[in-house]
């Protein structure tokens, strides 16, 4: 089974800071489906990023992920007030068959 | 615009069955276009996956739930459905349904959910 480390648990930064935020997969699923949701408090998540680097649609060029194989990045370039969020990543094709990590809070320093 | 809205019990005893219902409006589930699925998060937790069907009622079942799960589709009522069998405290948890469009574009993620229900399995 597919486990996806994130990393940190919680990272505090203020607005117009940027920020890295880390997923790492226990083995190379072999697939590009890498993607990653933003959560506010009482809200569903929302699709930041698929396909480890594509945004979706009316997501900020502030937002921007890389990666492969086994570790994966988000990046937000500049902190604006509404970001600080939990922010998770998904990976798709490897049993389960969806998988998501458990999560890294940003968190207003 | 689509959107989806999920009902059902909000309080489950154990061993008893869960049952919820997403409905989709704004749209066609049979479209073709979609995965469906369910995604639920306990109190303080990351999201896990439960299980996806399309609406020829093909499914896809988390192989730790599988056991207990069953996903039906009504295509007449523009719904799915998810049953969880012998709950327990552990199921207690905000359950999602949500949208993979994976038939027409290649994201293979959730991009529209619903609201959530939350489920708490207790006597």
């Known amino acids: 089974e597919l486990v996806l480390t994130q990393s940190p648990g919680t990272l505090s930064l203020s607005p117009g800071e940027r920020a890295t935020l880390s997923c790492r997969a226990s083995?190379?699923?072999?697939?590009?489906?890498l993607a990653w949701y933003q959560q506010k408090p009482g809200q569903a998540p929302r699709l930041l990023i698929y396909?480890?680097?594509s945004r979706a649609t009316g997501i900020p060029d502030r937002f921007s992920g890389s990666g492969s194989e086994t570790d994966f990045t988000l990046t937000i370039s500049r902190l604006e007030p509404e970001d600080f969020a939990v922010y998770y990543c998904q990976q798709y094709g490897s049993s389960p068959l969806y998988t998501f990590g458990q999560g890294t809070k940003l968190e207003i320093k | 615009q689509l959107q989806l809205q999920e009902s059902g019990p909000g309080l489950v005893k154990p061993s008893e069955t869960l049952s919820l219902t997403c409905t989709v409006s704004g749209g066609s589930l049979s479209s073709g276009t979609s995965y469906w699925g369910w995604i639920r998060q306990p109190p303080g937790k990351g999201p896990q996956y439960i299980g996806t069907i399309y609406y020829t009622g093909s499914t896809f079942y988390n192989p730790s739930l599988r056991s207990r799960l069953t996903l039906s589709v009504d295509t007449s009522k523009n719904q799915f459905s998810l049953k969880v069998s012998s709950v327990t405290a552990a199921d207690t948890a905000l359950y999602y349904c949500a949208r993979d469009p994976g038939q027409v574009a290649d994201i293979r993620s959730f991009d529209l959910w619903g609201h959530g229900t939350m489920v708490t399995v207790s006597s």
């Open positions: 083995h190379n699923f072999g697939s590009r489906y």
């Open positions: 396909g480890t680097s």
